[in-house]
C-alpha cells in the first residue's frame, strides 16, 4: 500500500510540474509567428516576391508605405506621396523617422537604396528599376552610380523620381513604395556593391528603422527578433517575437497547444483539412480573408507554345470538385488574374468549364500526340496545392497530357521560376486589388517572364490602365486583358483562395489581415 500511495504522489507531482510547465508556456513572453515558406535572405537588396522575404525584413527597415487591411495605403517610412502628372513622384520621410541609433531616416538613405536595388552587381532582377529616368531599360544603372536623373533628393526628408512613361499613383506605391525598405546608408556605405551581397551584417544589422531587429535565425526554421526599444513610433509592447517556419500540417498542432500564436494568411498556408479543426479550438479566433490568394498555374509558352494545348488543359480539370473537396468551398473560381475582391473585376467572364471531351477534341486538333511529359513545379509547403496538383495531372492523364508533379520548397521554386526550365509552375500570388498592373504587366511581359507570353492588345489595355484614375475605365481594360488571358492561356487561376488566420485569445491588437499584418505590430499586446 505504502509503495502504491509513493508512486501515485510521484505522479501527481509529476503532473503538477508539467501543468507548471504547461502555463508558462502558455505565458511565455514570446510571440511565434507560424509561416509554411522558407526564407532566402533578410537582405533588403536581395528581396524577392515572397511574402515572408517581405514581411521578415520589413520587420526591421520599414518600406515608405505598404497596404492595409482596409486596401488603403498607409504611410511606414513615408507620410505623403504624390503627384500631379503621373510622371514625377515625391516622397516625404516622416519627420520623426530615425534610426534605433538616433541618426534621422533621410532622403539620402532612400536614395542610396534605391541605387544599389538598381546595381548591375546587386543584379536584382525581382526588384526593376527600369520605368525611371536615368535607369537603363534592362532595370540597371551604371556600377557604382551614387546620381541619377530621374531619383533627385529635394531635401533632408523629400525625394522625387522621375518616370520615363506615366505610372499611377497607385502604382507607384504597391510596386516602389511598399518593396523600397531603405537602408541607413551612415552605416553600410562603407560596403561595396559586391561585398553588400555577402555582408554578414543584414543577418544581424545593429541598426533599423522598424520594430524588431534580428537576434538568431535558421532560414529553414526560424528568425528570431528583440524590440527596438528606440523605435520611432513607439517601442514594442511585445519584447521577443519568432518568425517559426513549420510545415502546414504543424500548424493546427501549434494554435491548440499554444507554441503558435498567430497566421497570417499568404504566409501561413494552414491545410483545407484543417479548418473545421482550428475553427473548434476555444484557445483561438479565426478570420477568414477577401478572396485574394491566386492559386495561378503559370505556363511558359516556350515550352507550351500552341495554345489549344494549354486551354485543353483547363477544360480536362474539374476545378468546382477540386475547390469543394479540397478546400471546403471557401474561395472561387475565376480566369484570368482578378478576383471579386478586386474593384476592377468583371463577373461576365465565365470561368471555363470542365469539359473533358473538349479538351481531346482541342488536342486533337492541336496535333497533340501525348509523348511530352510536363515537368510540373509546385511549393512542397502547400500541402492543399500539393492534392490538387495530383488531381490535376490524373485528370490530365485522362485526356492524353503526361506530366510529373515536382515538389520543392518555396525558396528552391522562386529559383527555379528565374528560368525556363519548367513548364509548369504554381505559385500561391496574391495580386493587389487595387494594382494588380506591375504584376499582371511582368507576368505576361514575353521572354523572360514565368510565362514567356507578350500581346499587343494586352499590352495596350495594361498601359492605358496608368493614364485614368476612371474606376470604370480600368475595369474595361482588365476585363480585355482577362479576356485574353482566358483565350490564349499563358496561365490559369486554379482557384482563388478565402484563406484562414488564427490568433491566440492571449493576444490582443494582432488581427490576421491579407494586407497590413504588421504594419502596427508595436501595438500587438499579451494579455
Known amino acids: 500500500m505504502k509503495k502504491v500511495l509513493g508512486i501515485l504522489l510521484a505522479l501527481i507531482l509529476m503532473m503538477t510540474s508539467l501543468a507548471g510547465c504547461a502555463g508558462n508556456a502558455a505565458a511565455s513572453d514570446t510571440v511565434n509567428v507560424g509561416v509554411t515558406d522558407t526564407l532566402g535572405s533578410l537582405n533588403p537588396l536581395l528581396l524577392n516576391g515572397g511574402e515572408i522575404n517581405k514581411y521578415a525584413t520589413g520587420l526591421m527597415f520599414l518600406p515608405l508605405m505598404e497596404l492595409g487591411a482596409d486596401l488603403g495605403f498607409e504611410g511606414q517610412l513615408a507620410d505623403s506621396i504624390t503627384t500631379e502628372d503621373n510622371l514625377n513622384?515625391?516622397?516625404?520621410?516622416?519627420?520623426?523617422?530615425?534610426?534605433?541609433?538616433g541618426e534621422p531616416v533621410t532622403a539620402e538613405d532612400v536614395e542610396y537604396t534605391a541605387l544599389r536595388l538598381a546595381s548591375p552587381v546587386i543584379n536584382n532582377t525581382a526588384m526593376?528599376?527600369?520605368?525611371?529616368?536615368?535607369?537603363?531599360?534592362?532595370?540597371?544603372?551604371?556600377?557604382?552610380?551614387?546620381?541619377?536623373?530621374?531619383?533627385?533628393?529635394?531635401?533632408?526628408?523629400?525625394?522625387?523620381?522621375?518616370?520615363?512613361?506615366?505610372?499611377?499613383?497607385?502604382?507607384?506605391?504597391?510596386t516602389y513604395a511598399r518593396y523600397l525598405l531603405t537602408l541607413p546608408k551612415h552605416k553600410i556605405e562603407g560596403f561595396s556593391e559586391a561585398e553588400l551581397l555577402t555582408a554578414e551584417w543584414f543577418n544581424q544589422p545593429d541598426v533599423v528603422s522598424g520594430p524588431y531587429l534580428v537576434t538568431d535565425y535558421d532560414f529553414d526554421h526560424y528568425i528570431s527578433y528583440e524590440a527596438n526599444t528606440n523605435y520611432w513610433k513607439g517601442a514594442p509592447k511585445i519584447d521577443k517575437l519568432n518568425i517559426r517556419i513549420v510545415e502546414g500540417s504543424q500548424l493546427y498542432a501549434g494554435l491548440q497547444s499554444g507554441e503558435i500564436d498567430i497566421t497570417q494568411h499568404t504566409m501561413s498556408v494552414i491545410p483545407q483539412e484543417d479548418y473545421a479543426s482550428v475553427e473548434e479550438l476555444e484557445n483561438v479566433q479565426v478570420v477568414y480573408g477577401a478572396p485574394v490568394t491566386n492559386q495561378s498555374v503559370f505556363i511558359q509558352t516556350q515550352n507550351i507554345p500552341d495554345s489549344q494545348v494549354r486551354q485543353a488543359m483547363i477544360y480536362a480539370i474539374d476545378r468546382e470538385k477540386i475547390l469543394s473537396d479540397l478546400l471546403n468551398g471557401k474561395g472561387e473560381i475565376v480566369d484570368g488574374f482578378l478576383s471579386s475582391a478586386?474593384?476592377?473585376?468583371?463577373?461576365?467572364?465565365?470561368?471555363?468549364?470542365?469539359?473533358?471531351?473538349?479538351?481531346?477534341?482541342?488536342?486533337?486538333?492541336?496535333?497533340?500526340?501525348?509523348?511530352?511529359?510536363?515537368?510540373?513545379?509546385?511549393?512542397?509547403?502547400?500541402?492543399?496545392?500539393?492534392?490538387?496538383?495530383?488531381?490535376?495531372?490524373?485528370?490530365?492523364?485522362?485526356?492524353?497530357?503526361?506530366?510529373?508533379?515536382?515538389?520543392?520548397?518555396?525558396?528552391?521554386?522562386?529559383?527555379?521560376?528565374?528560368?525556363?526550365?519548367?513548364?509548369?509552375?504554381?505559385?500561391?500570388?496574391?495580386?493587389?486589388?487595387?494594382?494588380p498592373y506591375p504584376d499582371v504587366s511582368w507576368l505576361l511581359s514575353g521572354e523572360g517572364s514565368w510565362t514567356g507570353?507578350?500581346?499587343?492588345?494586352?499590352?495596350?489595355?495594361?498601359?492605358?490602365?496608368q493614364t485614368t484614375s476612371d474606376i470604370e475605365a480600368i475595369k474595361q481594360l482588365y476585363s480585355t486583358v482577362d479576356k485574353k488571358v482566358q483565350e490564349d492561356v499563358p496561365m490559369f487561376s486554379a482557384y482563388v483562395i478565402s484563406a484562414q488566420g488564427a490568433v491566440n485569445n492571449r493576444l490582443s491588437n494582432a488581427v490576421p489581415t491579407v494586407y497590413g499584418f504588421f504594419n502596427q505590430v508595436e501595438n500587438w499586446e499579451i494579455n
Open 89 to 101: 513622384f515625391i516622397v516625404h520621410i516622416d519627420e520623426d523617422a530615425v534610426w534605433s541609433d
Open 128 to 174: 526593376m528599376y527600369y520605368a525611371f529616368v536615368g535607369v537603363g531599360d534592362d532595370g540597371f544603372v551604371e556600377e557604382g552610380a551614387d546620381k541619377i536623373e530621374g531619383i533627385q533628393v529635394i531635401d533632408e526628408k523629400t525625394i522625387q523620381f522621375t518616370t520615363k512613361y506615366p505610372m499611377a499613383l497607385t502604382t507607384f506605391q504597391n
Open 342 to 435: 478586386s474593384p476592377f473585376f468583371d463577373p461576365s467572364i465565365e470561368p471555363l468549364p470542365y469539359d473533358p471531351e473538349k479538351a481531346r477534341e482541342l488536342l486533337a486538333e492541336a496535333g497533340w500526340d501525348g509523348s511530352q511529359v510536363l515537368r510540373f513545379y509546385v511549393n512542397s509547403g502547400d500541402s492543399t496545392f500539393v492534392n490538387a496538383a495530383s488531381v490535376m495531372v490524373a485528370q490530365w492523364a485522362e485526356v492524353g497530357i503526361q506530366a510529373e508533379i515536382m515538389t520543392v520548397d518555396f525558396a528552391t521554386l522562386m529559383s527555379i521560376s528565374g528560368s525556363s526550365e519548367y513548364d509548369i509552375l504554381a505559385v500561391q500570388y496574391t495580386y493587389a486589388p487595387v494594382d
Open 453 to 465: 507570353y507578350g500581346n499587343d492588345e494586352i499590352n495596350a489595355a495594361l498601359e492605358n490602365t
